[in-house]
């Protein structure tokens, strides 16, 4: 397999002389392609800086970020923002659709920007349809779904351009338990068949679950790390229930 990302010895500093807080501690890791990872963490962690300084929408204090052998801690502004469009794909607690787009336009917005054709986006934007069985709703306006419908609306923007990285932030942190097991499904078939590259953050043992590997985090640094292997995944999140314990961790969901 080949090395899609690269953390290496990254730090990052909020404030000033006198009152500086150390949110990301010399953190460094790697993700395969097609490898599922969470990153997980109490609040105050770190977990989500490290995921906006791996975005792009935070710069780090020293260390270095290496995305398919670009280092994006040395890219400009505008370079940044292509990169971003090529190679990124997000999805957020909160869905970030645009209300006067319907899911299909919502879908194929990213294509249009990369200049795709008409014909190329028609096919793309139903074939990633229909693999997250959101068809029914192509026509639909954000309003009109339900909240499961427009987080898998948000995955499939994410994934249409087929990015190197699919970045999610508390995907299910929305969404019904019904919803968040559906999203979480499709997510695992999207990693499996398409060999998708996805780094999420949650908190969530369930949410865990359905990754390959969690890295832990705790006070900026890496705590622990577990691989699921071969496990089902009860066992797994036995596992990770185990881990979070030891983190004095937050929620706790029934399997």
């Known amino acids: 397999m080949s090395t899609i990302l690269e953390v290496k010895n990254i730090e990052k500093y909020y404030g000033n002389k006198g009152n500086i807080t150390k949110a990301v501690d010399n953190i460094s890791f790697e993700v395969e392609k097609g490898e599922f990872i969470g990153i997980m963490g109490a609040s105050g962690s770190g977990k989500t800086t490290l995921l906006n300084c791996i975005s792009t929408i935070d710069t780090v ?117 019904h919803s968040a097991k559906m999203l979480l499904t499709n997510l695992e078939d999207l990693n499996q068949r398409l060999s998708a590259t996805i780094l999420m953050v949650t908190h969530d043992a369930f949410t865990a679950s359905y990754c390959k590997r969690i890295v832990f985090i705790k006070d900026g640094k890496i705590f622990n790390e577990i691989y699921r292997a071969k496990e089902d995944r009860k066992s797994f999140f036995n596992k990770i229930i185990e881990v979070t314990a030891l983190l004095g961790g937050e929620q706790i969901n029934v399997f």
């Open 61 to 177: 204090t020293s260390g270095n970020i290496i995305i398919e052998g670009s280092n994006i801690t040395q890219l400009k502004s505008k370079q940044l923002s292509a990169f971003r469009r090529k190679k990124l794909g997000f999805i957020f607690q909160d869905f970030n659709l645009l209300d006067t787009l319907t899911a299909y336009e919502n879908i194929s917005l990213a294509l249009s920007i990369l200049k795709w054709s008409a014909a190329q986006i028609d096919i793309a934007v139903h074939e990633i349809a229909k693999t997250l069985n959101i068809e029914e709703a192509l026509e639909k306006y954000p309003y009109q779904m339900s909240g499961g419908q427009q987080q898998r609306v948000a995955a499939a923007r994410a994934m249409v351009t087929n990015p190197a990285l699919v970045l999610a932030d508390e995907p299910t942190g929305a969404l019904d338990s």
